[in-house]
């Protein structure tokens, strides 16, 4: 006889298996996060279009042995050298900032390129040209040629940025193209991320946990009106993935840079002739300052701006413009954007009283899109001299030299001293203003160099 099953068993075992058949209910959602979901998605329809992907090509030529490493046939047999082409490829982001094809995008994304393809949303491809790139900000202006007009991204205002806000990254991370990550800021006013070996100077980064690799370089970091706020550059990581700490360039250091790019070739800071240290608390201390914050002047330039404009050593500078300054690399941002020529108001603190100074910055003698001769100079002074520990204190500093121009084949070094073109006396940057326009790059000419102790003429080729 089979045992009976009790009724109450059978309801239990098959509750799960009615629960799983059962028509299934959406779970409630609030109107809130629906809002933000449709918000994320007219970003990306929105921002999409302005954004592309940029794959850069290099040919190196690499020798090598026709033994490879073995040393002993290496060390017996004299044979030359074999060369051979080969092909370097890289991937990162642009943001369309013009209609009719100018692309922004992260220097270190192109530098080096002899090929550069940008590609759009809808799939054209386009060869590239730089307009203009420096390594000290990071960034670049490339150009191409489209069939039809682009749409340029809508550039916001990075002043205004909050912690905590919504931040949403679109590029082209390891490939994917345009990918749409979200986050928020996670700070502001981040410095230091790169060294200065690394040769960017100029830091003042936005912080995000938006997802961002390589490839999203040169990127959009957009806030949630689909503003473009930042250029997402880098990425703190032990293992070269996102661990949630990105970096993206304001968009206002961005907006003051595009003119010089496409005009200069690269970004002409203002001289203003002043040196700062930070205010440490020994330092605040000692000097028996009542001020918090600020950056104190270690050294004015005799000749200078700031020394027109009577600023002077022991002086705290507080703000730049209203904008309250609390390190050297703050104040290095802050100044960084604005255009030589321009007045630039300083809150300093002198002898227990506050005073208002206007400064006007001079710019670095430059030719458009290179420097003459490759070569970048700022003026001396005896205060300059001093700092550097240049053995005059006349002439033009060399403050940078590009690689491969004549300037660099020549040998010149940044702190080298200038001080005659083709036997003409160089006794400031007016001086050299006029002999440069004067010599074109196109015409050989020698300059006397100081270096050190010593003094010699060097041979500058034509460009």
Sequence with gaps: MRPKIQSWWLALACAPLAFLLAPSKAWPVSA??????QDFETVAAKVAPSVVNISSTQFMQEYYSPFGNDPFFNQFFDAPMLGRTVRRESLGSGVIITADGEVLTNAHVVNGA?????????????????LGEDNRVDLAVLRIHPKAPLTPAVLGDSSKVKVGQWAIAIGNPLGFDHSLTVGVISAKGRTNVFSDQGGVRYQNFLQTDAAINHGNSGGPLCDIDGQVIGINTAIATPNQGNIGIGFAIPINMVKRAIPDLVKRGRVIPPQLGFYTQDLTPSLV??????????????????????????????????????????????????????????????????????????????????TKGAFWHGLEVVANSRSVATRRGLAVSQGVVVARVAQGSS?????????????????????GLMDWQKLIQEYPQNQEVVVRVVRGQEMAYVALRGE
């Design 407 to 427: 300037g660099a084949d020549a040998g010149l070094q940044p702190d080298d001293v200038l001080v005659e073109v083709n036997q003409k006396p160089v006794q």
């Design 32 to 37: 809130g996060v629906m809002q933000i979901q």
């Design 285 to 366: 201390q000692a000097m028996h300052l009542s001020v918090r914050g600020g950056v104190l002047v270690a050294d004015v330039a005799l000749d200078g701006p700031a020394a027109k404009a009577g600023l002077k050593r022991g002086d705290v500078i507080l703000s730049v413009e209203g904008q309250k300054v609390d390190s050297s690399e703050d104040l290095k941002s802050l100044l960084y954007q604005y255009q030589p020529g321009q007045a630039i108001g300083l809150k300093v603190y002198r002898g227990g009283k506050t005073l208002d100074l206007s400064v006007v910055g001079e710019a670095a003698v430059a």
């Design 114 to 130: 002899d090929e550069i393809t940008v590609k759009l949303l809808s799939g054209d491809e386009y060869k590239a040209k730089v």
